[in-house]
C-alpha cells in the first residue's frame, strides 16, 4: 500500500472530498430538475396515455351500444315492413275477391239479361208462328170443310168463327 500512497498520496478507490460533495450537490439538482420537471411531464403522458386508452375503450362501449340499438331499430323496421306487406297482400287479395265477385255478378245479370232477351225472343217467335200457323190451319181447315160440307164458306165472318171453334176445340183437346 505504501507503493500506491507514495505516487500521488492519493488512494484510487477512495474518491476526494470535493469530488464527492460536488458529485452530492450534481446528484440532488439533477434529482431536483427530475422530480420538479421531468416526473410530472411523464405523469401528465401516463395519465393522458390512461385517459385514452379508457375513452377509446368508453367510445368502443358506446359506438357498440349505438350499433345494437340500430341494428335492433332495423329490426323492428323490418318486421313492421313485414306486417305492412302482408296486410297490402291480404288487401289485394280481397280487393281482388270483392273485383271477381263484382264481375262474376256481372256476367251472371248479362247472362240473365241475355238469357231473359232470349226467352222474349222465343216467345214473341213462338207467338207469331203461332199466329200464322192458326191462320194457315183456319185457312186449310175452312178449304176441308168446304169440301166436306160440299158449301162455300167465303164468309169471312162465319169463316172466322168456325176456325176459331175449332182451334179452341184443338187447344182444349191438347190439354188434357
Do not use: W
Not at 17 to 45: D, H, N, S, W
Not at 67 to 81: F, V
Not at 88 to 110: F, N, P, V, Y
Amino acid at each position: 500500500m505504501n507503493f500506491l500512497a507514495a505516487e500521488g498520496g492519493h488512494n484510487p478507490i477512495l474518491p476526494l472530498y470535493e469530488e464527492i460533495v460536488v458529485g452530492g450537490i450534481a446528484f440532488i439538482v439533477l434529482c431536483f430538475v427530475l422530480m420538479k420537471f421531468v416526473f410530472p411531464r411523464m405523469e401528465q403522458t401516463f395519465q393522458a396515455r390512461v385517459d385514452a386508452i379508457e375513452g377509446g375503450i368508453k367510445r368502443a362501449e358506446a359506438a357498440q351500444a349505438e350499433a345494437n340499438q340500430l341494428l335492433e331499430q332495423y329490426r323492428a323496421q323490418l318486421a313492421e315492413a313485414r306486417t305492412d306487406a302482408a296486410k297490402i297482400r291480404d288487401d289485394a287479395r280481397a280487393d281482388a275477391e270483392g273485383i271477381r265477385q263484382d264481375i262474376l255478378a256481372k256476367a251472371r245479370e248479362e247472362s240473365d239479361r241475355i238469357i231473359a232477351a232470349g226467352k222474349e225472343q222465343l216467345a214473341a217467335e213462338r207467338a207469331t208462328i203461332v199466329r200464322e200457323l192458326r191462320t194457315e190451319v183456319g185457312t186449310l181447315a175452312v178449304d176441308l170443310a168446304s169440301k166436306i160440307v160440299g158449301e162455300s164458306l167465303a164468309d169471312e165472318a162465319r169463316r172466322k168463327g168456325t176456325v176459331d171453334r175449332f182451334l179452341s176445340g184443338l187447344e182444349s183437346a191438347g190439354a188434357r
